[in-house]
C-alpha cells in the first residue's frame, strides 16, 4: 500500500503537504479578509443612534397625549429637554408605555428615564412603574395638532427605538423581525422619510382615523416603500397616519 | 395565507409531528435499540428539544436499529465520500447567497422628495 502523508497536529508537516498547507492557509487568510472587507463596505452606516446614559437620568414634565400612541408635549425641561419638545416614550426592552400614559391623558405628568437620541429623532425609555411616569400637580392645555395636508412620502417602517439607537443598525430588512416584535409590544413606529418634511425627517407612525398602525403595515417593515399620509404637526414632533392601501414597495 | 402564516403553519406541523415522536420514541422505542438507555429516564426530557427538530431522523434510525438493518462500520462511508463535495458546494452556497442578497437589496430611494397631495383642510384656495 503506499504511503500517504498525513498530517497530524502535533508532529512536524510532512514535505509533501507543505506547499498544499501554506496556500490553503494563504488562501484562507486573504480570502477571509476580502470577504470580511467586501460584506462590510457593502453595509449601510448604522449612524450615531444610542443611549444617551452620559447624559444621567432625565427627568421633565409636560402634558401627555394619545396619538393613539402617547407623546409627551414637555412644559418643565432641562438642558438636554428643554420645553417645548414634544418626546416618545418607551419601557425597558421591547414594551411601550401605554398602559402607564393612557390614564394620563390630557394631564400633566413627570417623566424618568434614560434618552435615546439619533439626529433629530430622540425617545425617552422610562424608568419602571411610577417611578417612570406619574402625574403632575397642575393643568396645561395639550398642544392642538396642525394639520399638513396629505402627502406621499418614500422611505422606511421602522421601530422607533432601534432606529433611536437602541440597537445599531436599528433599521433595514435584516432588523425587521426585531423592528416587528417591538412595534407589537407598544413601542411607536417611525417613518424614515427619504427627503426632510417640513424639516423632518423622522415621523411617528399611526394609523387612519387615530387608529394604531395598521396591520397590514407590519409586512412592509424595514423595506423601502412610498405610502401615502394624513401629516399634522404635535408639538414639535410629525405624526403621519398612513393609508395602508396606497403602501408599495419601491425597487 | 399570507407567507409569514404559511411558515408558523409549517413550523407548527413539524413541531407537532416532532412531539408525538419524542413521547413515541423516549417512552417505547429508546429501549428497545439502545440497552445502555434502559432503565434510565431523567436524561429523556433533556432529548425532546433536538427531537423535535430531527424527528424524520430519529424514525429512520430507529427503523434501521429495530429491524436489524444497521452496519455501523458502514456507516461513516458514504459522508466522508462526499466531503469534498459537501465544503466545495456549501462555499458556492455562501458565495452564490452573498451575490444573490446583494442583487435583491433595495436601493434607498433618496431622490424621491415628499409630494404634498393636498394641502390642509381649509387653506385650498
Known sequence: MK?????????????????????????????????????GTTQDDPGTGAFRFDYGRQTVTGVIELTPLPLLHVTQGNDRIPAGRTLMMTAGGKMGVLGRAAPLEGQLATASGVLLEQGDLDMLQLRGGRNGLKAAEGTVETPAPVPLGRWKLAGEICDGKCLAGAMRPGRGLAHKACANLCLIGGIPPVFVSSQPVQGEEFL???GPDGTEMP????????????????????????????????????? | MSGGETIVW??????????????????????????????????RPL???AVLLIWPLVLWRWFVLETGRDQWAARHRPPRRQHLV?????????????IAGLSVRQIWPGDIAPQQLTPPAGTED
Open chain 1, 215 to 251: 396591520q397590514a403595515a407590519y409586512n412592509r417593515v424595514g423595506q423601502y416603500i412610498s405610502v401615502e399620509a394624513d401629516i399634522a404637526r404635535h408639538g414639535d414632533l410629525l405624526v403621519m397616519a398612513i393609508d395602508p392601501a396606497t403602501m408599495e414597495v419601491l425597487d
Open chain 2, 47 to 49: 432529548l425532546v428539544p
Open chain 1, 204 to 206: 411617528m407612525v399611526v
Open chain 2, 10 to 43: 409549517l413550523v407548527q406541523i413539524w413541531l407537532t409531528a416532532g412531539a408525538v415522536v419524542a413521547a413515541l420514541f423516549l417512552i417505547v422505542g429508546i429501549d428497545r435499540i439502545d440497552d445502555d438507555a434502559r432503565g434510565a429516564y431523567v436524561f
Open chain 1, 3 to 39: 504511503n500517504k502523508p498525513f498530517f497530524v497536529g502535533y508532529l512536524p508537516v510532512p514535505k509533501a503537504l507543505r506547499m498544499f498547507l501554506w496556500v490553503i492557509s494563504a488562501t484562507l487568510v486573504v480570502g477571509a479578509g476580502a470577504a470580511g472587507y467586501a460584506i
Open chain 2, 86 to 98: 459537501a465544503a466545495v458546494g456549501m462555499a458556492l452556497l455562501i458565495g452564490f447567497s452573498l
